[in-house]
């Protein structure tokens, strides 16, 4: 549990869909399937990387990526991945979509 690479999870899935007629997209550590990716990019964010979603402007957690979007939205009309802060659900590792990538690998 959280190591997986959030930049491989969209091209792993891809090589177990290959051949098949309807898209489904599995996660490759538990049994969850899903017609739609991002449900998956959501599961394995909250189940396996625990990971916790920290508006810049206000320090408000949220427990995923879309109501955070709309949290600041709501507070500012500028491009909403500025203010997004990652919080690592291993070691508390907090940092912007970047840094965060770079602390996962």
Same mark, same amino acid.
Request: proline share 0%; net charge positive.
């Given at each position: 549990?959280?190591?997986?690479?959030?930049?491989?999870?969209?091209?792993?899935?891809?090589?177990?869909?290959?051949?098949?007629?309807?898209?489904?997209?599995? &996660? !490759?550590? @538990?049994?969850?399937?899903? *017609?739609?990716?991002?449900? #998956? =990019?959501? +599961?394995?964010?909250?189940?396996?990387?625990?990971?916790?979603?920290? &508006? !810049?402007? @206000?320090?408000?957690?949220? *427990?995923?990526?879309?109501? #955070? =979007?709309? +949290?600041?939205?709501?507070?500012?009309?500028?491009?909403?991945?500025?203010?997004?802060?990652?919080?690592?659900?291993?070691?508390?590792?907090?940092?912007?979509?970047?840094?965060?990538?770079?602390?996962?690998?």
């Amino acid at each position: 549990e959280g190591t997986l690479e959030l930049k491989n999870i969209k091209k792993e899935n891809e090589e177990i869909n290959m051949g098949t007629e309807e898209t489904k997209h599995g &996660c !490759k550590v @538990c049994s969850f399937r899903s *017609k739609r990716f991002n449900n #998956l =990019k959501t +599961h394995v964010e909250r189940t396996h990387l625990r990971l916790r979603f920290y &508006c !810049k402007l @206000c320090d408000v957690q949220f *427990k995923d990526r879309g109501t #955070l =979007k709309s +949290h600041i939205k709501s507070k500012t009309d500028e491009d909403s991945s500025k203010f997004i802060i990652l919080e690592c659900g291993v070691c508390l590792y907090r940092g912007t979509g970047d840094e965060f990538v770079n602390h996962v690998e």
